[in-house]
């Protein structure tokens, strides 16, 4: 696992990085850093695939515009497909967490083509609302349950990042502290303040560390933001008003992809997107996993790290087709193309012939091995189509006599040697 810049179309990003294989992006929210994923990361290049955790814009290592509207949702969705771009893959899964749930969700929603998958943790899809601007229905929720403000609204003023950055240690362990699970319910944040207080004055000062954060973790995420502040990071906030207005060409779009969600039981979260949660299905059709993990708060990938990494290798498994053994299945190879004359002594002696092509896939690195046989006299031409489905693409043979030939091939994991069966289709 190692730290490396990569410059993209948009922007340079820093980004955490391990393994081979198929990609797999983790997309971190308020105020975290590509760190919070190091757990996952290490877990999934040890399971095969390529784990990539940035920097988000405005965080640590990451660019720092200085303009608020740099960081619109659709600013945030360009980034990961740029950062895909850049990393050479033509597709991946998705996941995000807190904020960087909703701009996993928008990267499936708005490009299914290079986000075939999203698992979302902490917050819900949440579809856009057609009442109007998010702002105005927050505040009148506020005002209806009279608690004061919701934090969102308060994060709008321009001055808001003043009181966080005038010691970012206190805020962040107050904020640790406050979504944690272990975290008594009477002291967990609420989300809404009295007027007059401020969201760090509404969280106890004896506020602790949580069990799982370290004093030397606890130092990284002081030190980034104590450099770059939280200025950037509370600019994603007071954009979610010019999302609103982006993002009307998706009213009523659902997330098509195959999708999972995984929730703290006691994510503070789920006092108020507990509605978003409930209608999941209704806007991701094809979810396929939504668990509520007992115990668990907010920073779910941190306090149950074996308990997501298990859930999310999971649904990986049943979106790519990991950890199988030995299965049939068709396999698209990109752009292969490969032509080969077959002649015998006689011209009808039945013969066999094994061809190895090492190829890329989005699935990973893998040889394919095509065994023709049969009684066969003229050419054979084995070519790739271009389109692309789950695992693979399409194939076909074409021969003057077809008559005998195997219709199967295997493909061989180069990496670990494992051996999957595959069926031509296509067959003309």
Known sequence: MHTRQIQTDGLTQTILEAGEGPLVLFIHGFPDLGLCWRAQVRALADAGYHAVAPDMRGYGGGEKPGEVEAYSILSLVGDMVDLVRALGATSCVVVGHDWGAPVAWHCALIRPDLFRAVFALSVPFQPRRVQGPPTE?????????????????????????????????????????AYDGATPADRQSTGFMPEGVSLLESIADDATLPPWMSEKGFGEYVDALSRGGFKSPLDWYRNVDRNWLLTAPWQDAKVTVPAAFVVGERDPVRHYAGPAEAALKDWAPDLRMQVVVPGAGHWIQQER???????????????LGAGQDETTMPVVIPHLEAKFEIQSASGADPLTLTIYQPVSTPSGSFEVVYELSGAMSSRISVFGETEVQALGLAMKVIAADLSGI???????????GRALTAELFGLN
């Open 137 to 177: 229905g927050m505040a009148v929720l506020a005002k209806r349950a009279g608690r004061g403000e919701f934090y969102i609204n308060r994060f709008q003023a321009p001055d808001a990042h003043e009181a966080l950055d005038a010691d970012p240690a206190t805020t962040l362990r107050k904020m640790f502290y």
């Open 305 to 319: 790290p074996d308990e997501v990494n298990r859930l999310l290798l999971e649904f990986l498994g049943g979106v």
């Open 406 to 416: 195997s219709r199967r091939f295997q493909l061989r994991e180069l990496d670990s």
